[in-house]
């Protein structure tokens, strides 16, 4: 595989102009992930309306190109979607980039699909899922309050 | 052995990374093996192989007397005066914890100092803060200047009546900054404060002179001074080693024991308790001959230059940014490039066959202080040449152009 699939325009031009790069107002869930061994961290901030759907997500934090690449790519896309579909869609996500071949979820438009499958070049690149999935943890971790800190596992 | 030669003693260089000569400029965090090295580990399990030290049949013997020639191999490459004041770990870190376990446990009470600098690694760190946690000893940090070097003066300022320990890098693993240990111990020493080195970076690159620098501790990181894993050196004062209480128990450091009493062995046995590193200790032997056969000074002069070029081509690339500047660097460039994480830099150099490291390299302290997250380190070893590092620049410049700048 060419290091070009790994880092395609689409995944530059987020790392470099991350959306929702900012801290939400009024959020009612938040969460910190942080990834030891490389010092990337993210804090994911949250706001649900009384019908838990997403009427804002956002996030601060510094990493490489993938990480901030997969947080703005995140953060624009769960806008809007309910917390039971949020959590679908992370797990299709993380299964996507763990091993299946494609997203299968519902709750994922086509175009939304095909933005984030440009992530799917990682696979190939087992150093780096860790960036590619750390907001996504993070995400779950905020509506699920399970934790403070999401580290990564990292042996 | 010529310089132009040495790549050929390390099989690893025959290998294709995608595609790639692999080039290697990870060394700093462990170095590559010479054929020597790996020929010892197999030769010994295959025609040697005994526990050491306890048994008296001829492989016992053998085995034991093998272990015993590395020992006195350390002890003439750094200039030791005395072999029992070689101790074997299984690492660096291990011998650190040895000294902040055992010095805290007989001479430091609560409110004592230990000073460390803000270029020390986690694991010259860390050991001293379990001692902030159960002793409640305080820990100072000598401040780097703008150069990213340590000075005298810097650590004469954090010095004071209650400094009981000095414990230091002798060679930086992030800025290449080499310190003036020699003269930190003597200042130390007028004042009756004992001196630990970190010589993890040090040991494989400097000329290393126990009596000419006089401290009380060494450390030795084995597998980045060409040798195996699992394998470190913890050098140390006799005077201390008689001094200072056992570090762990068991089997090998005992005199005699008694359901009401124990006494402790002789040095270095004291220290090493349990079976040891015995193949890796065995094979480090073979280090010590290689870098012998190469030549300290061939050595020193070889890396000294390859410094030199790497930091002239570097600087000359811009969008590149040199970490420190210190006036003794030694082995080992880090840089950030603007606009590229540290670990995009390494992923993409890594298709290239250029092997560096990104990250903090355990000193989270130092990087907060440089107000980074991360760098990326291409550090050197005796077997890099000047072509290695034009094709990590010419590297850089490919992952300068995949990101558009």
């Not at chain 1, 939304?112 to 992530?119: S, V």
């Not at chain 1, 690149?125 to 999401?150: F, G």
Request: net charge negative; glycine share 6%; hydrophobic share 35%.
């Amino acid at each position: 595989m060419n290091i070009k699939e790994l880092y395609q325009e689409i995944i530059l031009e987020h790392g470099k102009n991350p959306r929702n790069l900012r801290k939400t107002e009024n959020f009612n869930k938040d969460a910190k992930g942080n990834n030891p061994l490389c010092g990337d961290n993210v804090h994911i901030f949250l706001k649900l309306d009384e019908d838990k759907k997403v009427q804002d997500v956002s996030f601060e934090g510094s990493g490489c190109a993938i990480s901030m690449a997969s947080a703005s790519i995140m953060t624009d896309l769960m806008k809007g979607k309910e917390e039971a579909q949020v959590k679908e869609i992370v797990k299709d996500f993380l299964g996507m980039i763990k091993e299946n071949p494609e997203l299968k979820s519902k709750n994922l438009q086509e175009d939304e699909k095909t933005k984030l499958m440009c992530l799917s070049g990682v696979k190939q690149y087992p150093m780096r899922v860790k960036c590619a999935t750390l907001s996504w943890h993070t995400l779950i971790s905020a509506i699920d309050k399970t934790q403070e800190e999401n580290n990564t596992k990292t042996r | 052995m010529s310089m132009s030669d040495i790549k050929k003693e390390f099989p690893i260089f025959s290998n294709k990374i995608h595609n790639n000569d692999l080039v290697y400029l990870d060394s700093a965090n462990s170095s590559q093996k010479p054929q020597s090295v790996i020929d010892r580990i197999n030769e010994f399990y295959t025609n040697e192989f005994s526990n050491t030290g306890r048994s008296v049949h001829y492989l016992a013997v053998t085995a034991t007397n093998l272990y015993e020639n590395t020992r006195s191999s350390v002890q003439k490459y750094i200039n030791a005066k005395d072999k029992n004041e070689i101790v074997f770990t299984k690492g660096a870190t291990e011998a650190i914890n040895l000294v902040a376990n055992t010095f805290g446990q007989k001479y430091l009470e609560q409110g004592d100092e230990i000073l460390i600098t803000e270029l020390e690694h986690h694991s010259n760190y860390v050991p001293w803060h379990f001692l902030r946690q159960s002793k409640g000893i305080k820990i100072e940090f000598a401040e780097i200047n703008h150069d990213g070097e340590i000075t005298l003066e810097s650590i004469e300022k954090k010095i004071n009546s209650k400094t009981k320990l000095i414990a230091i890098t002798h060679l930086s693993n992030v800025t290449g900054a080499v310190l003036p240990v020699k003269e930190i111990t003597e200042l130390a020493h007028s004042k009756g404060i004992a001196v630990l080195v970190d010589g993890c970076q040090g040991a494989p690159h400097l000329k290393l002179d126990m009596q000419d620098i006089d401290c009380d501790f060494y450390a030795i990181s084995c597998h980045k001074m060409y040798g195996p894993t699992g394998l470190g050196v913890l050098y140390a004062k006799k005077k201390w080693l008689e001094q200072l209480p056992p570090y762990q128990g068991g089997g090998g450091m005992i005199n005699d024991v008694k359901k009401d009493s124990i006494t402790y062995g002789d040095l270095p046995n004291k220290y090493e308790a349990g079976t040891m590193a015995t193949a890796q200790v065995i094979a480090f032997d073979q280090s010590i001959k290689f870098l012998e056969k190469v030549g300290i000074e061939s050595m020193i002069k070889h890396e000294q230059e390859l410094i030199e070029y790497g930091q002239e081509i570097l600087k000359r690339n811009n969008s590149v940014k040199l970490i420190g500047n210190p006036k003794n660097r030694a082995a080992v460039l880090s840089f950030t490039i603007e606009g590229v994480h540290p670990h995009d830099i390494a992923t993409i150099l890594d298709e290239d066959g250029v092997a560096i490291r990104a990250g903090h390299h355990c000193c989270q302290i130092l990087h907060d202080k440089l107000g980074i997250s991360a760098s990326a380190r291409a550090s050197l070893g005796i077997y890099n040449t000047k072509e290695d590092l034009d094709q990590l620049n010419n590297s850089i410049n490919n992952c300068k152009k995949i990101f558009n700048l």
